[in-house]
Structure formats: structure tokens, C-alpha cells
């Protein structure tokens, strides 16, 4: 059984910063690609930002690019995902997203997704 949880997520103004923190837990053997995407109210998921392996190969959304950083503890098997400057466009609920070989399956890597945590962005 792998679960992932979120946490960090709250309401603040435009201007300011959230750290968003995702924890994967269970039985884990190893973790590929762990990422970050969110949906706005009445629009699509998106993908936001996302790390490989020991986290050394980032990609970001262009809309976020320069403000936002996704870093991994893959001695925690989290990941986070550093928001500043935030804007009222950026409101949505993000969940975090890991591709993970488990002990009851071991040669596949299969998606885990978290519930989410919303972030809201005041004018």
C-alpha cells in the first residue's frame, strides 16, 4: 500500500509565498518522477513543475518558470514545491503526483496521486 499526502497549502496574498510538501509512504521500493500539477476552478489539471530520479532534472510550467522551485528528499520520499510571488491566477487546488515501484509490484512503476491542497491567492 503507497500513499501520498500534501500539505502546506493555505490562503495568502498576491506577492507572498507558499511551501507545498508532498510525503509518499508504504510499501515503497523505488520512486521515478515525482510532480506537482493543480486545476483552477472550471479549467483542466496542468502539470506545474516536476523532478526525476535524484531531482537533478526540473521542468516548470511556463507560467511559473522564475518563481516557483520543485526540490525532493528522496531520504524522505517527499517532495516540495516552493512558491513565491504568488498571483491570483495561480489559485487551485495542487496535488502532488509520484511514479513508484512498490514491494507488491515490483518491475512496474505505477501513478500515485494525492488528494490535494488548495491554494488560494488574493488580489
Known amino acids: 500500500q503507497v500513499q501520498l499526502v500534501e500539505s502546506g497549502g493555505g490562503l495568502v496574498q498576491a506577492g507572498g509565498s507558499l511551501r507545498l510538501s508532498c510525503a509518499a509512504s508504504?510499501?515503497?521500493?523505488?520512486?521515478?518522477?515525482m510532480a506537482w500539477y493543480r486545476q483552477a476552478p472550471e479549467k483542466q489539471r496542468e502539470l506545474v513543475a516536476a523532478?526525476?530520479?535524484?531531482?537533478?532534472?526540473?521542468n516548470y510550467a511556463d507560467s511559473v518558470k522564475g518563481r516557483f522551485t520543485i526540490s525532493r528528499d528522496n531520504a524522505k520520499n517527499t517532495v516540495y514545491l516552493q512558491m513565491n510571488s504568488l498571483k491570483p491566477e495561480d489559485t487551485a487546488v495542487y496535488s502532488c503526483?509520484?511514479?513508484?515501484?512498490?514491494?507488491?509490484?515490483?518491475?512496474?512503476?505505477?501513478?500515485?496521486w494525492g488528494q490535494g491542497t488548495q491554494v488560494t491567492v488574493s488580489s
Open positions: 503526483k509520484a511514479d513508484i515501484s512498490s514491494y507488491g509490484s515490483i518491475w512496474q512503476y505505477r501513478e500515485y
Open positions: 508504504g510499501s515503497i521500493v523505488s520512486i521515478n518522477t
Open positions: 523532478t526525476r530520479g535524484s531531482g537533478g532534472s526540473t
